[in-house]
């Protein structure tokens, strides 16, 4: 009983050690990387990575990075697409009435938050307002900022596999519901994305 407790204790103190590492060592979100940097990455001899590189090369220049926090699916997401709308001024139009005005995202983030978070919009405004790329990255990695809108994102995806839970459920092990599986794996914070949550 008691060394099973100090063991379960022992490891949680080293999985929050290694979490604070990755922090001190990685932004939420990096700046722009030139992609060739991942040749870096793997060993030359590995070839299968090597060509995935060189067909990556074929239609990127650059990557980002984002923190390995278990976050790290939304993050890349939230922010890609932000990037994006800065450029897009259509796009942006129709990403605010969804925020403002769909029903499925007001009725899934209305648990968490009554409306829209005052953090989520500020942020949307920013890109609406046309700030400078270095601006909306220092923001980003706010962790109080970029929180919300990976809360969004993931309660918003939750809503999305419920809404179409007959055709989701057919990939879910173990029999859980669509309903258990949103609560335990998509809702959560620090909870790794699959294939499931990426559709």
């Known amino acids: ?5 100090a063991y379960d204790e022992a490891i949680m103190a080293q999985q929050d050690r290694i979490q ?17 940097e991942l040749y870096k990455e793997y060993a030359e001899d590995d070839h299968v990575y090597q060509e995935k590189i060189k067909d990556l090369l074929q239609k ?25 709308l800065l450029e897009d001024g259509q796009e942006l139009q129709r990403c605010m009435m969804g925020v403002t005005g769909d029903t499925q995202v007001t009725q899934v ?11 989520l919009m500020e942020l949307i405004e920013r890109v609406e307002r046309r700030v400078p790329l270095p601006e909306l990255l220092a923001a980003f ?8 809108l990976v809360v969004y994102l993931r309660l918003l995806t939750s809503g999305c596999l419920q ?9 879910l092990e173990g029999g859980r519901s669509i ?11 620090c909870k790794e994305s699959d294939h499931i949550h990426i559709i």
Not at 20 to 36: D, F, M, T, Y
Not at 63 to 71: A, C, E, L, S, Y
Not at 141 to 148: G, K, L, V
Request: net charge negative; proline share 7%; aromatic share 14%.
């Open 109 to 119: 983030t209305h648990r968490w938050h009554p409306g829209v978070s005052p953090q």
């Open 163 to 171: 809404r179409h839970r007959r055709f989701f459920e057919q990939f």
């Open 60 to 84: 990127y220049s650059y990557i980002r990075k984002t923190r390995p926090d278990g976050n790290c699916f939304y993050r890349a997401f939230g922010f890609a697409h932000l990037e994006a």
């Open 141 to 148: 990695n706010e962790p109080a900022t970029s929180d919300y």
């Open 1 to 5: 009983g008691v060394n099973c407790l």
């Open 20 to 36: 604070q590492e990755i922090a001190v060592q990685n932004p939420l979100v990096s700046e722009r990387l030139e992609l060739a």
């Open 179 to 189: 309903k258990e599986f949103c609560q335990q794996e998509v809702e959560p914070m």
